[in-house]
Structures are given as structure tokens and as C-alpha cells.
């Protein structure tokens, strides 16, 4: 797609360069492994393809036969040790994403999010310590704001397992920089959308249950609705990894992506319904349990990766829910 950023690999950077993408049949690290692949880079993926995540063979149509996937688990570290060996870049992007999840299965959220996270890290350092790594963190770190804008100066308090755990594998990458000179940053990622995303479930988020209620023909739930939320369209969050890939300066970063302005999730729900040429929701209560692990009201302060990496989101949000929702009308099938 057209964006308003030029991508780093135009100019061949990433071409006939090794890549590993963890995660990488996964929403976000799959649309990463399209556009790698049409930079030229050699692409391997690994992915365990977990069903309670957004792995997907689907995912990866297209360019099948132009990437080397690694069905493993990021937790066996032996096989890790391969992998990570002779690549130049890798994309960290397998993880536990669920909140609810990380509370009702807390060690499985551990192991992936933070155990696995430290070992990948000490491969690197003993046998590829020349690797460039970029990891997907998550504006779940900062917990409840306190205030908004949230930028990277906000306290780092955490309402879930899940924002713990995601902590401390950013601050292992950071960590490994600082003291061992692996290039290393981290991208705090807000509610990313777009073509991929899971639509099953709200594990990845609540906006694929509405599309896939929307494009079924069923009236989708809005639970509260007064909440703000902040929207990265998915080809915008690739611009971020290749630009903090390809860029020394984003070394020991940790940076917020963000998105086109703030938008309450009554007025998404409106949005959204406009942009498809109809459908209906419904306003819930939050669900107790959801309403103990909330973060209220959050969007992103981007100005830090804007002006060191010059990053912005390219994409209205507008033009983000058509593209997901065209999308969702011609594949839903092989998403649900
Ligand atoms: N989508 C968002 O809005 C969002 C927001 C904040 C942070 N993130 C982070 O971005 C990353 C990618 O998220 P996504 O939205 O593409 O989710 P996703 O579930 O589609 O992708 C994650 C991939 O990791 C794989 N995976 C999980 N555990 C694994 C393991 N132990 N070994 C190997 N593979 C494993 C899954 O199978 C999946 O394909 C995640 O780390 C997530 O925490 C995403």
C-alpha cells in the first residue's frame, strides 16, 4: 500500500538480508514478512501456530513459497539457538497477548512473554551477538494513565499478568543492548487493526469480534462505549519495525506507536457501521471481570519515534476499518 513514510528497504536495505520473524504467522508478523519479502530479504518465520493465537497459514498466502517457516516454539530453547544463528534482524514478535488470559493461565504468559524472551536474548549473545533486534511491546505497561497523552516518561504500572510479563521482555532487549551491544529497541504498540488480525475471539482484539459480527450480519456489542482508544493500522506499525530495524538510532529505544487521533469506542462502533454501509451494535456493561483489568481511557504520545526514526501513521482510521472490513468479506472463512 501507499505510505506516507517511506520504508527504509525502499532504497534495498533489507535485500538478500537474513530475517527472522518470531511470531511470524501471526497478524502483525506475517504483514511484516509480506513486505520483507517484496524488499528482497530472506525471510524465515517460526511460529507454534497455538490455537488461542493469531497464527494463521493463511496469513502468509502469497508469499508461501518465499519464506521458510519454522513450526516451534519460542520456548524450546535449543531450537531457538539454531534459528537465531547468521540472521541480521529479528523481529520479536511471538507472544501471549490475551489480558484475560495471562490471569486465568499466569505461567503460560511467563514462559512465552518473559522466560523465552530472556533466552532468546542469551542465544544472541553467544552465537549471533551481531543481530539487530526489535521486540513488540505493548501500552499495556503503563497500566491505568494518569495522564493523556501517555508518553514514554509515564510510569510503568501494569493492571494485568500480561503487562508484567511484557515489561520485562522489553527490558531484557534494552538490557542486552546497554550491556552487550546487541542492537535493541522496543515498539509499545497501542490497538493495532487491519487485514490478519484475529477475528475468533477478542484475545487480540475486541475490533475482530465486531468486523466478524459485522460482516455475519449481526449486531456486534460495544461494552461500555465511552472509553478512548487510540488505532495503528497494521502496514503503519511494519513502516515502525522496519524503520527501527534499519535506523542505529533507534538502539536502546522504546517507543510508542500511536494513531490518528483519539475516538471513544461508541463512536468507533458508529464509524465502523458508517464505513461498512450498515450493521448494528449493542452497548453492554463491561463484564466484571474485564471491568477489574481495564485501563480506562489510553492513547499514545508518538512524538519520540517521530523524531528520532520519523515515524508517523500514515493511514486515517477511516480508510483503515474499510480496508479490514473488505478484507473480512472475502476471507472471512479462513479465519473463523
Ligand atoms: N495486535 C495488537 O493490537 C498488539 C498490541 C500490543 C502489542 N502487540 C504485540 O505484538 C506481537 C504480535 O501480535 P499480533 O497482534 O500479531 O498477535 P498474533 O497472536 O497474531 O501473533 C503472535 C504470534 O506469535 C505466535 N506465538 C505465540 N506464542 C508462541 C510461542 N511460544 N512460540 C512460537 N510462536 C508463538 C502465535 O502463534 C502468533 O502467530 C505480540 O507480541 C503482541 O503482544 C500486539
Same mark, same amino acid.
Given at each position: 500500500?501507499?505510505?506516507?513514510?517511506?520504508?527504509?528497504?525502499? =532504497?534495498?536495505?533489507?535485500?538478500?538480508?537474513?530475517?527472522?520473524?518470531?511470531?511470524?504467522?501471526?497478524?502483525?508478523?506475517?504483514? %511484516?514478512?509480506?513486505?520483507?519479502?517484496?524488499?528482497?530479504?530472506?525471510?524465515?518465520?517460526? =511460529?507454534?501456530?497455538? *490455537?488461542?493465537?493469531?497464527?494463521? &497459514?493463511?496469513?502468509?498466502?502469497?508469499?508461501?513459497?518465499?519464506?521458510?517457516?519454522?513450526?516451534?516454539?519460542?520456548?524450546?530453547?535449543?531450537?531457538?539457538?539454531?534459528?537465531?544463528?547468521?540472521?541480521?534482524?529479528? @523481529?520479536?514478535?511471538?507472544?501471549?497477548?490475551?489480558?484475560?488470559?495471562?490471569?486465568?493461565?499466569?505461567?503460560? #504468559?511467563?514462559?512465552?512473554? /518473559?522466560?523465552?524472551?530472556?533466552?532468546?536474548?542469551?542465544? /544472541? !549473545?553467544?552465537?549471533?551477538?551481531?543481530?539487530?533486534?526489535?521486540?513488540?511491546?505493548?501500552?499495556?505497561?503503563?497500566?491505568? *494513565?494518569?495522564?493523556? *497523552?501517555?508518553?514514554?516518561?509515564?510510569?510503568?504500572?501494569?493492571?494485568?499478568?500480561?503487562?508484567?510479563?511484557?515489561?520485562?521482555?522489553?527490558?531484557?532487549?534494552?538490557?542486552?543492548?546497554?550491556?552487550?551491544?546487541?542492537?535493541? /529497541?522496543?515498539?509499545?504498540?497501542?490497538?493495532?487493526?487491519?487485514?490478519?488480525?484475529?477475528?475468533?475471539?477478542?484475545?487480540?482484539?475486541?475490533?475482530?469480534? &465486531?468486523?466478524? #459480527?459485522?460482516?455475519?450480519?449481526?449486531?456486534?456489542?460495544? &461494552?461500555?462505549?465511552?472509553?478512548?482508544?487510540?488505532?495503528?493500522?497494521?502496514? #503503519?506499525?511494519? #513502516?515502525?519495525?522496519?524503520?527501527?530495524?534499519? =535506523?542505529? !538510532?533507534?538502539?536502546?529505544?522504546? @517507543?510508542? %506507536?500511536?494513531?490518528?487521533?483519539?475516538?471513544?469506542?461508541?463512536?468507533?462502533?458508529?464509524?465502523?457501521?458508517?464505513?461498512?454501509?450498515?450493521?448494528?451494535?449493542?452497548?453492554?456493561?463491561?463484564?466484571?471481570?474485564?471491568?477489574?483489568?481495564?485501563?480506562?481511557?489510553?492513547?499514545?504520545?508518538?512524538?519520540?519515534?517521530?523524531?528520532?526514526?520519523? &515515524?508517523? *501513521?500514515?493511514?486515517?482510521?477511516?480508510?483503515?476499518?474499510?480496508?479490514?472490513?473488505?478484507?473480512?468479506?472475502?476471507?472471512?472463512?479462513?479465519?473463523?
Amino acid at each position: 500500500m501507499a505510505s506516507a513514510v517511506r520504508s527504509p528497504g525502499d =532504497d534495498g536495505f533489507f535485500r538478500g538480508r537474513p530475517v527472522l520473524i518470531t511470531g511470524g504467522l501471526g497478524f502483525i508478523g506475517a504483514t %511484516l514478512a509480506a513486505r520483507l519479502v517484496g524488499l528482497g530479504a530472506r525471510v524465515t518465520l517460526v =511460529d507454534n501456530l497455538m *490455537p488461542q493465537y493469531g497464527g494463521n &497459514w493463511f496469513n502468509i498466502e502469497g508469499i508461501r513459497d518465499r519464506v521458510t517457516v519454522h513450526v516451534a516454539d519460542v520456548r524450546d530453547a535449543a531450537r531457538m539457538q539454531g534459528l537465531i544463528r547468521g540472521q541480521a534482524f529479528i @523481529f520479536n514478535l511471538a507472544g501471549q497477548s490475551s489480558h484475560m488470559d495471562s490471569m486465568t493461565d499466569p505461567f503460560t #504468559d511467563l514462559e512465552i512473554n /518473559c522466560h523465552a524472551q530472556l533466552s532468546l536474548l542469551e542465544a /544472541c !549473545r553467544q552465537l549471533n551477538p551481531g543481530a539487530k533486534v526489535v521486540f513488540a511491546s505493548t501500552r499495556q505497561l503503563y497500566g491505568r *494513565p494518569d495522564y493523556l *497523552p501517555v508518553d514514554e516518561k509515564h510510569l510503568l504500572r501494569p493492571v494485568d499478568v500480561n503487562g508484567i510479563n511484557k515489561m520485562a521482555g522489553e527490558w531484557y532487549h534494552i538490557l542486552y543492548n546497554n550491556v552487550y551491544d546487541i542492537g535493541g /529497541c522496543s515498539l509499545r504498540l497501542t490497538n493495532t487493526i487491519g487485514p490478519r488480525m484475529r477475528v475468533k475471539d477478542a484475545r487480540q482484539t475486541f475490533l475482530g469480534v &465486531w468486523v466478524r #459480527d459485522l460482516v455475519q450480519g449481526r449486531p456486534f456489542e460495544v &461494552w461500555g462505549g465511552g472509553q478512548l482508544r487510540d488505532f495503528t493500522y497494521v502496514d #503503519d506499525a511494519v #513502516d515502525a519495525f522496519l524503520l527501527a530495524a534499519a =535506523d542505529e !538510532r533507534a538502539n536502546g529505544g522504546v @517507543f510508542n %506507536l500511536g494513531g490518528d487521533g483519539a475516538i471513544s469506542l461508541a463512536d468507533l462502533a458508529r464509524l465502523l457501521v458508517e464505513v461498512a454501509g450498515g450493521g448494528a451494535f449493542e452497548v453492554r456493561d463491561f463484564p466484571p471481570e474485564r471491568r477489574r483489568i481495564d485501563i480506562g481511557d489510553y492513547y499514545a504520545d508518538f512524538t519520540a519515534i517521530r523524531e528520532r526514526l520519523g &515515524w508517523r *501513521p500514515a493511514t486515517p482510521l477511516r480508510e483503515a476499518l474499510a480496508r479490514t472490513v473488505e478484507y473480512y468479506r472475502r476471507h472471512l472463512d479462513a479465519y473463523l
